[in-house]
């Protein structure tokens, strides 16, 4: 099983360019999670998805925007890069609401704004 | 709104010491309790979880945790650490619906062999 997938790993933007980091599940689970991790600063959720087609707004979502048109796919899209994006992401999925359902998460995305 | 604290951020230790990592919440309801680990290049992936019953839970590769209501604590132990236990802690809680789920700021945990 492939789990959750992540993609790219890496990533370096100049400040204003855009770019989508791509995530998808395929255990079928409805919850999917986008976080944060800044250097001992812990997670922080950013967005997250219940199911197809709805979406909101966690912790720190300002910059960020998302989508979830399936079950599998949960993009997040960075529009204006600034440095203060610069961190590593996770996608995670649960099966039920994160604070039930143990989270899977994807091997990360670590993107760096100059 | 919930707080997750974990104290001494960094930790080093020797192959076969124990280890002990707090992880203190502010929530006076019930709560649900996770440690996450996260090993040197890999996801974050779930290590136990207590949900009720009985209030010490044994997770994967040794590791066990305490829930102590009256502390509103959930620490992690290991009674003799390896070096592939080198990775970073992070405890979380949920407190008050199925969807929250606040973290801690990890305990970053080098084992020297």
């Known amino acids: 099983n492939a789990g959750v997938t992540q993609t790219p790993k890496f990533r370096i933007l100049k400040i204003g360019q855009s770019m989508t980091l791509q995530c998808a599940q395929d255990m079928n689970h409805n919850y999917m999670y986008w976080y944060r991790q800044d250097p001992g600063m812990g997670l922080k959720l950013i967005y997250y998805s219940v199911g197809a087609g709805i979406t909101d707004k966690g912790e720190v979502p300002n910059g960020y925007n998302v989508s979830r048109s399936t079950t599998e796919d949960f993009p997040l899209r960075l529009e204006l890069a600034a440095p203060s994006q610069t961190s590593v992401y996770f996608c995670?999925?649960?099966?039920?609401?994160?604070?039930?359902?143990?989270?899977?998460f994807g091997n990360g995305t670590r993107l760096t704004v100059t | 709104a919930q707080s997750v604290s974990q104290h001494n951020h960094h930790v080093i230790l020797s192959e076969a010491a124990s280890l002990e990592l707090g992880c203190n919440y502010s929530?006076?309801?019930?709560?649900?309790l996770f440690w996450y680990v996260q090993y040197p290049g890999q996801h974050l992936q779930l290590l136990l979880k207590?949900?009720?019953?009985?209030?010490l839970v044994k997770g994967i590769k040794g590791f066990e945790a305490e829930f102590i209501k009256s502390k509103f604590s959930f620490n992690l132990r290991k009674p003799s650490v390896q070096w592939s236990d080198t990775a970073e802690y992070f405890c979380?809680?949920?407190?008050?619906?199925?969807?929250?789920?606040?973290f801690g700021k990890g305990n970053q945990v080098v084992v020297i062999p």
């Open positions: 929530y006076g309801g019930t709560v649900n």
């Open positions: 995670a999925s649960s099966f039920e609401g994160q604070g039930v359902s143990p989270l899977h």
């Open positions: 207590y949900f009720s019953g009985d209030p």
């Open positions: 979380a809680v949920n407190a008050g619906g199925n969807n929250r789920l606040a």
